[in-house]
């Protein structure tokens, strides 16, 4: 609704496997982030990035990689996927005010 | 470590009722508080809260901010059963990042 998709929307993979999940926002927001919602956790920063080629940790890192080589993109990869991973990862962007979150993408590591 | 606490976990009310949802925070930095309301996908924004004591107003949500306290209530009144979400209260300790509660659960019955 943001103006930020998510792909793909769903996905299941194996144990070891890389993946990379990707977000574009058609906002021109400076500030993009990756999330984790899992039961009993909430939502989990993961990484966010506030510019170009600029990105930092947040609270559950490990595992998790990310890159900003354009504005309107910022790509999360795990390295190598592991059961504790299986979560919905959303994606969120801002101006610096309010935070807007993408539709969310489902994964499932077996 | 930030944190935030919701309460209570979880509220079934009747249509037509009233309801507060609550908000504390320990930041070491607060910025701004936000409130979100979650149906079966991503969060959506509901209100950002700076100041204390001005109330945010839309419809029949309002939400207000107590910097004393350090804390926040988010009211419902004449509940209705598309009100059933779970509403979540993050804040911005002024870096740019939201932390999260975990939510109140909240169901309207008919």
């Known amino acids: 609704d943001a103006g930020i998709t998510q792909s793909p929307r769903h996905k299941v993979t194996e144990t070891g496997t890389p993946v990379t999940l990707r977000c574009h926002q058609t906002?021109?927001?400076?500030?993009m982030y990756w999330y984790r919602q899992d039961p009993g956790h909430g939502l989990r920063l993961i990484h966010y990035?506030?510019?170009?080629?600029?990105?930092d940790k947040g609270e559950v890192s490990d595992g998790y990689s990310v890159s900003r080589s354009k504005t309107e993109d910022f790509l999360l990869t795990l390295e190598s996927a592991t059961s504790s991973q299986t979560s919905v990862y959303f994606c969120?962007?801002?101006?610096?005010?309010?935070?807007?979150f993408g539709p969310g993408t489902r994964l499932t590591v077996l | 470590e930030d944190k935030v606490v919701q309460s209570p976990l979880s509220l079934v009310v009747h249509e037509g009722d009233t309801v507060t949802l609550n908000c504390s925070y320990e930041v070491t930095n607060f910025r701004s508080l936000l409130w979100y309301k979650q149906e079966k996908k991503a969060p959506t924004f509901l209100f950002m809260l700076?100041?204390?004591?001005i109330e945010k107003k839309s419809g029949r949500l309002s939400s207000i901010l107590d910097k004393k306290e350090l804390s926040s209530i988010l009211n419902i009144t004449a509940t209705q059963t598309g009100d059933s979400a779970i509403y979540l209260c993050?804040?911005?300790?002024?870096?740019?990042?939201?932390?999260f509660g975990g939510g109140t659960r909240l169901m309207v019955k008919p």
């Open positions: 700076t100041s204390s004591g």
């Open positions: 906002e021109n927001h400076r500030y």
């Open positions: 990035s506030y510019g170009v080629k600029d990105t």
């Open positions: 969120a962007i801002s101006r610096g005010g309010p935070v807007f």
């Open positions: 993050a804040v911005d300790n002024a870096g740019n990042m939201l932390t």
